[in-house]
């Protein structure tokens, strides 16, 4: 099917107006373009530790919305037309230019699968779950992941790095801390290595439909993992929920400045010679990062592994 995409030219500050008014003519899903950098509190969630550098926001602003030749599309842009007349004597539209072009129908949910294909970690092999075992792997501990919604196929370097740390510290009776778990990828490689028990904690509530679904996939007890939405850094009932001092290794693959603020908590999680491994730093990040476990007594560095542009510092707790 083909569909029909509009798009509106206009300024940066009728934005939400232009969003409301198209909700409530009954267009559903819209795409905004501008050059507004996004607030603390919007990248919060978001799995990005460097945002692209914006050109200047110039207070222009395009917002585009689709329509397939099922729908009464002269009507639609007629009471488009219609709600940017009213909106007009409220605030400024710009040029309220609408261009009309054509896009091909595709399942935007799952056409990321077709860049999603088995791949080695030493000798772990990681596939998606609907990709059959290559020959030459047979012999290799398979991984089975479907990410879903949720972060983590496994690919990233940060994700590779923190699967061979865990190779080298999870034992038989490695009970584990996974935060920001996502597809749970790295807490069911700690159970897939021996590993007895694992908690994860992840912002994203598909994180715990994405760890169900995987557990299932590798055949693994949903007894041995337990995830729960929330925030270590400073939510009380997930702190408590976690527990204290009881991990031997806990394992964090997010984002260098939330890293800085993670290992202040972690220590009263971790037994003593507990071991930290976090990744999601990027090479720019390596000196705060190690700055901020520098100042920390209750850890000390005990080993910093690179790959491309990313690293991961591995800590143990004093």
């Known amino acids: 099917m083909k569909w029909k995409k509009f798009t509106l030219k206009t300024t940066t500050q009728a934005v939400d107006l232009v969003s409301s008014m198209f909700d409530e003519i009954g267009i559903e899903g819209i795409e905004i373009e501008d050059n507004i950098p996004l607030t603390a509190e919007e990248t919060k969630g978001m799995f990005i530790d460097i945002l692209p550098e914006l050109p200047p926001d110039e207070g222009v602003a395009f917002v585009s919305f689709y329509l397939d030749d099922s729908q009464d599309i002269a009507g639609i842009l007629k009471s ?3 709600g940017l007349d009213d909106l007009s004597m409220f605030t400024d539209l710009g040029e309220r230019t609408i261009t009309e072009s054509e896009t091909e129908d595709k399942d935007w949910i799952n056409n990321w699968k077709q860049y999603f294909k088995p791949f080695t970690v030493d000798d772990i092999l990681i596939k998606p779950t609907w990709e059959e075992i290559p020959e030459e792997h047979k012999d290799k501990l398979l991984i089975q992941i479907d990410p879903g919604t949720a972060f983590g196929t496994g690919q990233h370097e940060t994700t590779q790095l923190c699967i061979r740390q865990l190779r080298r510290y999870v034992t038989p009776e490695t009970v584990l801390l996974d935060v920001g778990t996502g597809s749970g990828i790295l807490g069911i490689t700690a159970l897939k290595l021996g590993a007895k028990t694992v908690f994860g904690t992840d912002l994203d509530e598909n994180a715990i439909t994405a760890v169900g679904e995987n557990l299932e996939a590798n ?10 939405q929330g925030n270590i850094i400073d939510d009380k009932d997930v702190q408590d929920a976690a527990g204290y001092e009881k991990y031997d290794v806990a394992v964090a693959n997010i984002l260098a400045d939330v890293i800085i603020l993670l290992q202040k908590e972690v220590p009263v999680h971790l037994k003593k ?26 850890f000390e560095v005990i080993e910093v592994t690179y790959q491309g542009e990313w690293l991961s510092v591995t800590a143990r707790k004093k």
């Open 80 to 82: 488009v037309d219609e």
């Open 219 to 228: 055949g693994i007890d949903s007894e041995k993992f337990a995830v729960l």
């Open 273 to 298: 010679g507990g071991i930290f491994i976090t990744s999601g730093i990027i090479n720019m990040k390596e000196e705060a990062v190690r700055a901020a476990f520098a100042a920390n007594d209750a």
